[in-house]
């Protein structure tokens, strides 16, 4: 029974960790939201593993948890004044 929720939350959570991965590191500007963002998805994830608990499930879970956790923490550590600047289009 809880393979049907691995099979619903899958894609969205391999999705949101490269997707997250991609926003985290090319816009830095966005920091804020795309780790609202990824804890979002891992709140959502928490709801389907508590709903239909599967052990595949908590293991995708946990791995999205180290993202997150991981890229929280960089953001924390890193100076918010050192950050570089926007990408200026000349004409």
Do not use: I
């Amino acid at each position: 029974m809880g393979q049907e929720m691995l099979n619903a939350l899958l894609l969205p959570l391999l999705f949101s960790m490269v997707g997250g991965t991609y926003a985290y590191v090319r816009f830095p500007e966005r920091r804020p939201k795309v780790l609202l963002t990824l804890v979002l998805f891992q709140l959502v994830g928490a709801y389907g593993h508590t709903s239909q608990p599967d052990t595949a499930l908590f293991g995708l879970l946990t791995l999205h948890l180290l993202v997150v956790v991981a890229w929280l923490v960089h953001y924390l550590q890193t100076p918010q004044g050192r950050l570089r600047p926007e990408r200026v289009r000349r004409e």
